[in-house]
């Protein structure tokens, strides 16, 4: 074989896989409604429910009703061992930070106590990691408005994120 033809299979072999990634992501946007449509848990804040290194998949918060804690309590509606769903979301809105993945605990209206005591400056979700004492507000982000939500955790799938965690030390 000579080069050209390797040069040219090479280059058809890297066309090919970039149209099969194509291909996977925009079936995952279009399945899902959300990019990312899948996340890897970096932090321990979810155990005994979720673990670092676990990949969640999501789906849009358009294309599902987020049920909290409190909700989900009174209904007998559990997801990933609690009451409520795990939603993923920038804190703040900031789309520069990493993202948080905490359970949905309660919805507040601007202006209502938050759990510290003070006004709550929007309305939206507080949310809370399974394994932690405090709840994030206002700690790490203000309540959790809609809009900041990236996706609901529908599905988990164990260790497959250590892979990508292991790129971003």
């Known amino acids: 074989m000579d080069v050209k033809t390797k040069v040219m299979n090479f280059l058809k072999d890297i ?23 899948m996340v890897a848990v970096e932090s321990g804040s979810m155990v005994p429910h979720m673990y ?4 969640v998949l999501l789906v849009s918060p358009e294309r599902t009703n987020i049920i909290t804690w409190e909700e989900g309590k009174k209904i007998g509606y559990k997801s990933f061992g609690n009451y409520g769903d795990v939603i993923v979301y920038y804190p703040n809105g900031n789309k520069g930070t ?12 601007k202006g209502q106590p938050m759990p510290n005591g003070e ?12 394994h932690n004492a405090m709840f994030d507000q206002p700690y790490l982000s203000k309540p959790v408005k809609k809009e900041w939500i ?16 292991i790129f971003s030390w």
């Open 15 to 37: 066309v090919s896989t970039l149209i099969i990634v194509a291909v996977i992501i925009g079936l995952g946007i279009a399945i899902t409604g959300t990019w990312p449509f």
């Open 119 to 130: 006004p709550a400056p929007n309305s939206g979700y507080i949310t809370k990691g399974d």
């Open 98 to 109: 990493t993202p948080i993945i905490h359970r949905a605990m309660f919805w507040i209206e």
């Open 150 to 165: 990236v996706g609901v955790a529908k599905f988990r799938i164990p260790f497959i994120g250590y892979f990508r965690l």
């Open 52 to 55: 670092r290194g676990d990949v």
